[in-house]
């Protein structure tokens, strides 16, 4: 049974930083991409950054490049996210989610097989 824990989310103020972390269990965590998604109220679940299965490659979606980090530590089998320069639209939830198949890109949400619970991140003005 493959789970994926997400933790760290919270009430910041904008400027504010926050830590996500996601951990997995229950498979080979060192060959699977990782992908950060969130859905803010009314609107669709958006892809919001991604780490390679190396950690050599990250990707971001253009509205948070420059504010937030991905990384990851194969041996905690842990995915983090580094937000930074919070804004109230960044206020959503979080969802780590585990590529489908090992070794290989994930970058839409089909190419996801494992999803976290989702982890809220309110971000005031």
């Known amino acids: 049974q493959v789970q994926l824990v997400e933790s760290g989310g919270g009430l910041v103020q904008a400027g504010g930083s926050l830590r996500l972390s996601c951990a997995v269990s229950?498979?080979?965590?060192?060959?699977?991409?990782m992908g950060w998604f969130r859905q803010a109220p009314g609107k669709e679940r958006e892809f919001a950054g991604s780490?390679?299965?190396?950690?050599?490659?990250?990707s971001y979606a253009d509205s948070v490049k420059g504010r937030f980090t991905i990384s990851r530590d194969n041996a905690k089998n842990t995915v983090y996210r580094q937000m930074n320069s919070l804004k109230p639209e960044d206020t959503a939830v979080y969802y780590c989610a585990a590529a489908a198949d090992p070794r290989r890109p994930a970058v839409v949400a089909a190419e996801y097989g494992y999803w976290g619970q989702g982890t809220q991140v309110t971000v005031s003005s």
């Open positions: 780490i390679s299965w190396r950690g050599r490659t990250t």
């Open positions: 229950g498979r080979s965590f060192s060959i699977y991409d």
